[in-house]
């Protein structure tokens, strides 16, 4: 029988400026997108972020969410 372990990572949720015509789950003027980078902690992941998108005039905010990564 094979133990699996549980592992977790963090993963990159930027909230993007829209444009008029969409309309979005957190505010009128945005909507969440997966930004595709992962990270092992969460510092990583809050650093990462606010160094490259702090110039970025789209991204409203984001946020790093922990996310269960599985082994066996």
């Known amino acids: ?3 699996v372990i549980m592992l977790v990572h963090w993963v990159l949720i930027a909230f993007v400026y829209s444009s008029s015509d969409t ?3 957190t505010k ?3 909507y969440p997108l997966d930004y595709g ?3 092992s902690t969460q510092d990583a992941c809050d650093g990462w972020a606010r160094e490259r998108l702090a110039d970025i005039k789209r991204i ?3 946020v790093c969410l922990p996310r269960p990564a599985y082994r066996n």
């Open 23 to 25: 309309i979005a789950s």
């Open 1 to 3: 029988m094979r133990a």
């Open 37 to 39: 980078a992962v990270f």
């Open 28 to 30: 009128t003027e945005t």
């Open 60 to 62: 409203e905010s984001f």
